[in-house]
């Protein structure tokens, strides 16, 4: 039996991209079979896509104060949110804050600062509602159009 902890990340979530226009890139991705899952108003609108079937998110915004058009950060899941607040602290990471609620994805977030300085995001693997209910029925829908 192996004495190995279990890792405090349990996969990559979403990648967020920051463009200026956000309707020419859910097009985009959905020319390569994407799907948009989930819509908001933040960041002047934006787009949750997935493949269908697939866990990983593309998170679309658009550009918003002092950002500029790319890659904005990459957001891991993790189960225990509270544990990894826990160790970034212990480890003296810059800018943690504490886990928060987003309201815009339903999603518990914690965000701080990598050892060159970029955003490093954990988001918690469950989504709460009222936005799990709206996000459970755009995937319902989603399957069931692609049925036969």
Sequence with gaps: MSNKKKPLIAYLDHIEFVVNDVEEYVKFFETWGFEVSLRSDHHH???EMKLPEQNLTLEIHGVEGEEYPGINHLGWATDD???CAKVAKEKGYKQVGEPRLYQPTGRMLLNFRDPDGFRFQLTGTQRVAPV???YDKVQAE???QRRP
């Design 132 to 134: 799990a209910g709206i």
């Design 81 to 83: 949110i509270e544990g």
């Design 142 to 144: 989603m399957r069931a």
């Design 45 to 47: 609108g934006s787009a």
